[in-house]
């Protein structure tokens, strides 16, 4: 008889707890037409999103990291999923923290050393991302957001 899922638990004396990450989808392809050079420049992009469960108080944040772009050894993309439980329902500053700083610096190790090992395996020089600043990273998006509603209200009002 398999194994009945345990029910989700907080670390006591914690408001909120990280219950768990996942690998939700990984693709990598080592690049046949790729010309060495003696510097190769990658830049990943990165993406961030996230979904708040009201009624079961979890945070599900997703981070998606790409690498697909010109002479490169090996394009990759990698989707993590964190989830993280709350003890009572979180203030919205709170909320906002946690889905756009801090939950996000949790999850990103965890990809970064899946993306590591897997170039490592694969017989390359392993790839280390580079630390983000998260806080930094959201306030860009929440900058980006501002001018694209800033450019939506702009072409409605002509």
Do not use: C, W
């Not at 939700?24 to 190769?40: Q, S």
């Not at 610096?105 to 390359?124: H, K, Q, S, W």
């Amino acid at each position: 008889m398999p194994a009945q899922p345990q029910p989700e638990k907080i670390q006591k004396g914690y408001p909120m707890s990280f219950e768990r990450f996942n690998l939700v989808n990984l693709y990598f392809m080592v690049n046949p037409g790729f010309k060495k050079a003696k510097t190769v420049e990658m830049r990943p992009s990165l993406e961030v999103a996230n979904k708040y469960d009201e009624k079961n108080k979890t945070l599900d944040i997703r981070i998606k990291v790409s690498l697909s772009d010109g002479n490169t050894p090996f394009t990759f993309t990698i989707v993590g999923e964190g989830r993280f439980i709350f003890k009572a329902a979180p203030d919205e500053q709170t909320l906002t923290n946690v889905a756009n700083i801090n939950g996000p610096a949790i999850i990103y190790p965890y990809v970064r050393e899946t993306i590591a090992d897997l170039t490592r395996r694969a017989g390359f020089t392993p790839l280390h991302l580079q630390p983000v600043n998260f806080i930094k990273f959201s306030k860009k998006a929440a900058d980006a957001k501002t001018l694209l509603e800033k450019g939506k209200k702009t072409a409605q009002g002509k």
